[in-house]
């Protein structure tokens, strides 16, 4: 196919240079235009030097004909420009919140602003690939998920289908400090971050909104509470999930660690880029990388179930994950431009 025509929106942010490292590198994408809001005038190679070869001017507003837009701008910035793309019909795929919520007044609850352009929240595809594949497929927006929605979903996804589990949901998760953005503060400081781990958005993380909404979408028949927690530990980057449900009794029996495990093969069967492991996961193993590991296990005292996922919160989390989408969109394969091993150690 030939290339199409791409801009990325915000490129200064950490999501946005990780679009351009990867689009830059993808045999099917041109990269036409780059944003950026106070770096414009600016070569990109000026910001960042290992971006070198990909030597463009950052652009205050897109001045190119494009195919398709990626933004990174921030929640509520981010769908006022998009508006303008959209009713031209040209492809878009927003990294902010702004069009994964469908609830106008959900959104409002949890970004404390009254939602700029609700009138395409329901053209809006949420961008989850392993969910929402055949959708995305043929989908002219897309609402990219959160990076601890990506990581808690996926964890969860399978034994909510199943309806295996009874009892309130526990999500226990931890972020790299990349997770808060590039724009500097004393939470994010190095010597506040460094050897600590706090916690953080006690009375509920924005992302949880996505989560009980594509839980919900899952298993429409149980009402199912979740509750999650967030913290921000001391690495770059990295997501860890570490998810605590109940389970049912299988008629007079329990299910076997195996059935479980069997349970999230069968779901992610021909999902490229989640794997069931056999021994818990880390960051490390998913740094640089598309990818999703999940384990499985349980505790028989309780029979409670035990299930962590890990990934990069950048990629699988925000860049990777859009590209994939951008792959189903334009009818290519899904890992292109997005199949690197792990940055290891």
């Keep these: 196919m030939n290339s199409i025509k791409v801009a990325i929106l915000n490129v200064t942010g950490y999501a946005g240079i990780s679009l351009a490292r990867i689009l830059h590198r993808h045999p099917n994408v041109e990269i036409a235009a780059i944003t950026g809001r106070s770096e414009a005038g600016k070569r990109l190679s000026e910001i960042f030097p290992h971006l070198s ?15 398709l837009v990626f933004s990174c701008l921030p929640h509520s910035s981010s769908a006022s420009v998009l508006e303008s793309f959209i009713s031209r019909g040209i492809k878009v795929i927003d990294l902010s919140a702004d069009f994964r919520i469908k609830d106008p007044i959900e959104y409002e ?116 509470k979740t509750t999650m927690l967030t913290h921000l530990i001391p690495i770059t980057r990295g997501i860890m999930v570490s998810c605590y449900v109940p389970l049912e009794n299988k008629g007079s029996n329990v299910y076997s660690k195996e059935e479980i495990k069997q349970i999230y093969k069968d779901f992610y069967r021909n999902k490229p880029f989640v794997s069931v492991n056999e021994s818990p996961p880390s960051t490390k193993e998913v740094a640089g990388t598309n990818k999703c590991l999940i384990y499985s296990t349980i505790d028989v005292k309780t029979n409670r179930l035990i299930v962590i996922s890990c990934i990069d919160n950048l990629i699988k989390g925000a860049a990777g994950q859009a590209v994939q989408s951008m792959n189903m969109m334009l009818g290519v394969n899904e890992e292109e431009g997005i199949s690197d091993l792990a940055l290891y150690p």
Excluded at 53 to 67: A, F, G, T
Excluded at 169 to 181: L, N, P, Q, T
Aim: glycine share 6%.
């Design 53 to 67: 070869s990909l030597d463009m001017e950052i652009e205050k507003e897109v001045s190119s004909e494009v195919d």
């Design 109 to 224: 609850h949890w970004y404390k602003i009254k939602h700029p352009c609700p009138k395409y929240l329901d053209a809006a595809v949420y961008g989850l690939p392993e969910i929402h594949g055949s959708e995305i497929a043929k989908a002219d927006l897309i609402a990219s998920p959160g990076c601890y929605a990506t990581a808690a979903i996926l964890a969860l996804a399978p034994i909510v289908k199943s309806d295996v589990i009874t009892g309130d949901i526990i999500i226990d998760a931890k972020s790299g400090v990349s997770g808060s953005g590039r724009s500097t503060s004393l939470e994010t400081h190095f010597s506040e971050v460094n050897e600590s781990v706090s916690a953080y958005s006690v009375d509920g993380h924005r992302h949880l909104a996505e989560v009980t909404q594509e839980l919900a979408f899952l298993n429409q028949v149980k009402s199912l």
